[in-house]
């Protein structure tokens, strides 16, 4: 496995290569993106993975300095998963002096976490796009687990016409339920054991739709009643959405729905989701 930090390292090893997948992270790596990477390299043969936790994404209230980082683990487990390009750039490398071009998505960044993380997607969007750019990958994937970054990325895939297949993996959980994410481990072992909630309220949406309730709102309110059952538990939010546009929907028809929420567990945010 190479490990390389600049982006002239990484067009001169993507030429050796035809078929290319990409894994885009933020390091700390659990159990959802090392299934990415297994994905992408037995999809097309070489995996790459980089690692870079992007400022630009994250608000100034928000976690950019404390985000959890453990490289050589990362590593030690890129190497098990049969990775065979890592690329961490510096801060400087990605946004270097003078740096003023971003990509910006209309529509589909407003509500949910946009509405919630202004200027988030902006981030999103300019990172990825720019990653495509130099990794040049034939498949790049994602975990369902951020369900509106992933209609973000293929919106602008789409629109601005970049020649990579966007492929989204479903969500890896723990036995309990909770969606693997880094900014677990923040949650201190009364927060963990009230983590789970977040999935019982996606469970109960799931079951009420599946005994043939439609009415978008008696379903948020059915996940809201669920989640005031945890003390722990403070709402962002709770979703009934356009799977497509993440428009809210008062009745949920044969286009099927986002359900998606955000809650915080004492000061950790957790965001998870299920397509109906």
């Known amino acids: 496995?190479?490990?390389?930090?600049?982006?002239?390292?990484?067009?001169?090893?993507?030429?050796?290569?035809?078929?290319?997948?990409?894994?885009?992270?933020?390091?700390?790596l659990h159990a959802g993106h090392l299934s990415l990477v297994q994905q992408a390299k037995a999809e097309n043969g070489v995996a790459i993975v980089s690692i870079f936790v992007n400022p630009t994404q994250f608000g100034p209230n928000e976690d950019f300095a404390s985000y959890p980082r453990d490289t050589q683990r990362d590593l030690d487990l890129l190497t098990e998963?049969?990775?065979?390009?890592?690329?961490?750039?510096?801060?400087?490398?990605?946004?270097?002096?003078?740096?003023?071009?971003?990509?910006?998505?209309?529509?589909?960044?407003?509500?949910?976490?946009?509405a919630h993380r202004p200027g988030h997607f902006r981030g999103v969007a300019t990172v990825v796009t720019k990653l495509f750019n130099v990794v040049q990958p034939t498949k790049a994937y994602f975990g369902q687990k951020d369900a509106q970054q992933t209609v973000v990325i293929?919106?602008?895939?789409r629109d601005l016409a970049l020649p990579v297949e966007?492929?989204?993996?479903?969500?890896?959980?723990?036995?309990?339920?909770?969606?693997?994410?880094?900014?677990?481990?923040?949650?201190?072992?009364?927060?963990?054991?009230?983590?789970?909630?977040?999935?019982?309220?996606?469970?109960?949406a799931q079951t009420a739709y599946a005994e043939g309730q439609t009415d978008a709102e008696a379903v948020r309110q059915l996940m809201l009643a669920t989640l005031n059952q945890e003390p722990l538990a403070q709402v962002d939010y709770v979703s009934i959405a356009d799977p497509q546009s993440l428009q809210e929907l008062t009745t949920i028809d044969q286009r099927g729905a986002l359900v998606s929420l955000a809650v915080r567990i004492g000061k950790t945010r957790l965001i998870d989701n299920l397509i109906l």
């Open 1 to 28: 496995m190479q490990v390389v930090t600049t982006i002239e390292q990484v067009r001169a090893a993507r030429r050796q290569w035809n078929t290319v997948g990409f894994v885009p992270t933020m390091g700390f």
């Open 81 to 114: 998963a049969g990775c065979d390009l890592v690329w961490m750039p510096s801060v400087e490398e990605m946004y270097p002096a003078g740096f003023s071009s971003y990509v910006d998505v209309e529509g589909v960044t407003a509500p949910l976490e946009g």
């Open 154 to 157: 293929r919106q602008f895939v």
């Open 166 to 204: 966007v492929v989204i993996a479903p969500t890896v959980r723990e036995a309990d339920g909770l969606a693997l994410s880094s900014r677990n481990s923040y949650l201190t072992p009364e927060q963990r054991a009230a983590a789970p909630v977040l999935y019982r309220a996606l469970s109960a």
